[in-house]
């Protein structure tokens, strides 16, 4: 029997938020990411520091220190792009925002401007992990690997 309606399990399509190099998780020196604690992703190094959302959905969390945004879809997988490693330190300092937390985003919204220059120079990494903080057994498919530009399609969620 034929049943129309919304497909639960359709594959969630996930681009490139920053101009950079896409690396795995085991490439990014932090416990929590590379041991996955947070969720399976990956991570960029970051060629510049315009960033934009990934995927579409909601702004579930905006940090004040605007270093890390957190999206859910409507299919309810959620995503933490986390810009730096220890950048909460920063207190927003580099950092210009121009999202808010409960905002609806598409794909390629722009998120934050930072100054990479600036705040490399305070932070152990620029490297950015982007995480499936409630994947559900879900397998993610990489695309694409190495040098991907703002707006690539780069993994999908199965």
């Known amino acids: 029997m034929w049943i129309f309606g919304k497909n639960k399990n359709k594959n ?7 101009d950079g190099k896409l690396i795995s998780l085991d490439q990014v020196e932090d416990d929590v990411f590379k041991d996955k604690m947070m969720g399976d992703g990956f991570a ?3 060629l510049n520091g315009y960033f ?3 995927m579409e ?3 579930i969390t ?5 270093h890390a945004y957190g999206i859910r879809n409507k299919n309810g997988v959620e995503v933490l792009l986390h810009i730096g490693l220890d950048t909460v330190n920063l207190n927003g300092d580099g950092f210009k925002s121009y999202v808010a937390q409960d905002q609806p985003i598409k794909v390629g919204d722009k998120l934050v401007d930072v100054d990479l ?3 490399q120079k305070s932070v152990p990494s620029i490297k950015t992990p982007l995480v499936f903080t409630n994947q559900s057994g879900r397998e993610i498919q990489i695309l694409k690997n190495g040098n ?3 707006g690539d399609l780069i993994a999908v969620l199965k």
């Open 12 to 18: 969630l399509e996930i681009f490139a938020p920053v």
């Open 117 to 119: 220059e600036k705040i």
């Open 148 to 150: 991907v530009k703002k």
């Open 44 to 46: 960029f190094e970051p």
């Open 57 to 59: 959905g909601e702004l």
């Open 52 to 54: 934009v959302a990934p």
């Open 62 to 66: 905006v940090f004040p220190t605007k």
